[in-house]
Nanobody
Framework: QVQLVESGGGLVQFGGSRELSCVATGGLFSAATLSWHRQAPGKSREVVATITPDGVTQYADSGKGRFAISRDNARNTVYLQMNNLEPEDTAVYYC?????????????WGQGTRVTVSS
C-alpha cells in the first residue's frame, strides 16, 4: 500500500514562493508518474504539474513559467516549487502517484496541504 504525505503549505504573500513536498512510503516510487493537483474553494480538482519516471515534466497553463516539479527517487519525494504566487493559486494541493501495471492502473493520493496566497 502506498502512502503519500504532503507538506509545505501555509500562508504566503502575493508574489512570494513556496515549496511543497510529498513523501511516499511503499510502492515503487522510481517507476511511478507523480503529479501535483489542486482544488480551490468551490472548484473542481485540477492537475498542476506531472513528472514521469524518466523525468519528463508537463505543466498546466496556470503554472507554466512559475511552477517547477521535480523528484528525488533516493528520498521517495516529489517537490513542487511555486514562484510568483497569486491569490488565484490559493487551494489545497494534492500529490498523486500513478503506475500502469499489466492488468490495472494503480493510483494513490495524499491528504493534501493547503496554500493560501494573500493579496
Amino acid at each position: 500500500q502506498v502512502q503519500l504525505v504532503e507538506s509545505g503549505g501555509g500562508l504566503v504573500q502575493f508574489g512570494g514562493s513556496r515549496e511543497l513536498s510529498c513523501v511516499a512510503t511503499g510502492g515503487l516510487f522510481s517507476a511511478a508518474t507523480l503529479s501535483w493537483h489542486r482544488q480551490a474553494p468551490g472548484k473542481s480538482r485540477e492537475v498542476v504539474a506531472t513528472i514521469t519516471p524518466d523525468g519528463v515534466t508537463q505543466y498546466a497553463d496556470s503554472g507554466k513559467g512559475r511552477f517547477a516539479i521535480s523528484r528525488d527517487n533516493a528520498r521517495n519525494t516529489v517537490y513542487l516549487q511555486m514562484n510568483n504566487l497569486e491569490p488565484e493559486d490559493t487551494a489545497v494541493y494534492y500529490c498523486q502517484y500513478q503506475r500502469k501495471l499489466i492488468l490495472k492502473k494503480v493510483e494513490h493520493w495524499g491528504q493534501g496541504t493547503r496554500v493560501t496566497v494573500s493579496s
